[in-house]
């Protein structure tokens, strides 16, 4: 069993303006588990910035508890979340769990899980997932997963990490460079571009088993991955036609069919969810911006037009906000920008930002980015009002992608 | 019973799918979670590791193998004009030898346009090449972007260095 990495610390900064107060009772036996579950679920709550923990102490309550919600009233909680882990005689874990409404008095229903010890933080997530559905309407992202690349002296390693930074295990570790993870609809595989052949090349890798495969090797350059929401497809840069231009690849392998014919650069193509946009960057018209079209090619439309460097778009699941880097006076910063307005926003007061992500819910970015000399990992709210840092502890942190929604 | 009622409520409220875990109610716990694959769990990966490969065969003696280039600029200067000179001859003399030509870029933006870059550049050299005859298919043109620069650091004197592409001969 691997140990629980203290690979990351979050660290939340910035007020605000509406947090839920909720009140975690530490779970009844969770001091003779090898996870502190409701520490877990807190810190979970607390990094979206819509939850601001309460003091739960001296109190000893589970799920089974009838609690005195005057008490938690008096705290100024309004929610409460009790619980309770056994190890089984098998080896594996009970966790359960009971939220309360504690300003209406209601229970507001519980679950329980039987895990193997290395999934007690996944269920964790899915407790902090159920609270913060059932408290907001909105489906909690804590339970997907983020995969991110290190450097550490000239290794470089994949890593595939709890939405937290937690938990974080190598899929691939490699003596070159690994850039531009991207993952399948489904979350069971990466599309990545390795340069282990003195080249850059895209693999497709399934994370659970290891087996992974070429997906394009063809002469010149192939980069820059970009899976179709149906996942039948990817959509890659690829030079051997020279010049980097966009391409469909067939997920299974295969000839890959070109998206745009231009003599000018074409590359970081991305998916719009419904799968019928391609947004991609283009210097065509003499400087990098971001691009849309037709997911089957076509005439393009420029989407951002301020600035003279605009790069690496993340498109929302919800299709409302387009995320990008764009260079401002030599400082390289995360935006978001509302589609439908087309109002811009920067969202960071750090100078160095990267390879932004959404997060499944549409709620959170992930990026990258540097902070007092170091590449590290931020998440941020699309206001940039509340970030969290996931903060390494050796080596460089960069090219965060940000999982989709785990199969229950 | 009043305590029966209101865990049967809640559990009529429970909005359907959003976990896997199962209801808490009166009746015993039963194992459907699936999370729960026996010890292996839901949340394990399998790690791969790479080893080092390719090696680096040897190319005409006495010639430059490194063409750098201007800030924001994907052409060859002039000063690299014999480098290249020397590359052609070279090749022309041997059509059994290979190039791999890897351009770089600097630190600055991001790492897929930075390819992008490095591909320009490193494409810059091969028509250089193939300008004074050497065959295409002796040529692979591919890049690196800013993900193996020459020198860190930061700064012009810096940045100087690593605006390059390299010819690496491959056999």
Redesign the interface.
Known sequence: MLPALAQFRVEVSGVGLTQLPIALVPFKGQEGSPQKISDIVQADLERSGQFRGVDASGQALD?AS?PDLSLWRQRTADSLVVGSVNRLAD??F?V???LWDVVKG??????????????L???SH?IA??VY??LTGE?GIFST?IAYVTKGGSRYSLW?A?ADGE?A?????????I??PCWSSNGQQLAY????????VVYV?N????Q?RLLANF???N??PAWAPDGNSLAV?L?RD???QLFSIPASGGEPRRLTQSSS?D??PVYSADGGTIYF?SDRGGA?QIYKMSAGGGNPTRVTFSGT?N??PSVSGDGRWLAY?S?VGGA?KLHVMELATGNVSAITDTSAD??PSFAPNSKLIVYATQLQGREALMTTTLDGKIKARLAGQAGDI??PDWGPF??? | MLKRTIYSLAIVALIAGCSSGTKLNETPVTDRSGTAGGQQGASTVAPVTIDPTAGTAQGPIGVERIVYFDYDSYTVKPEFQSLIDGHARFLKANPQRRVSIEGHTDERGGREYNLALGQKRSEAVRRALTLLGVSDSQIEAVSFGKEKPAVTGSGEEVWAQNRRAEIRYTR
């Open positions: 799920e009838r080896g594996r009970d359960r769990f009971r209601q229970d507001l229903g519980g679950l329980s899980y039987t895990v193997p010890q290395g999934d933080r996944l269920a899915r997932d159920y559905e059932k489906k997963r595939v709890d938990n295990q190598a899929a691939l570790a490699s003596p070159e460079p850039i531009s571009v390795s340069f282990e052949s003195r080249k850059p890798h994370v659970a088993t290891g992974r002469k010149g350059s980069s820059a840069t030079s020279g010049g980097s650069i590359t970081e960057v990098p460097y790069i690496s880097i260079r390289f990267e390879s960069r090219e785990q199969k229950q």
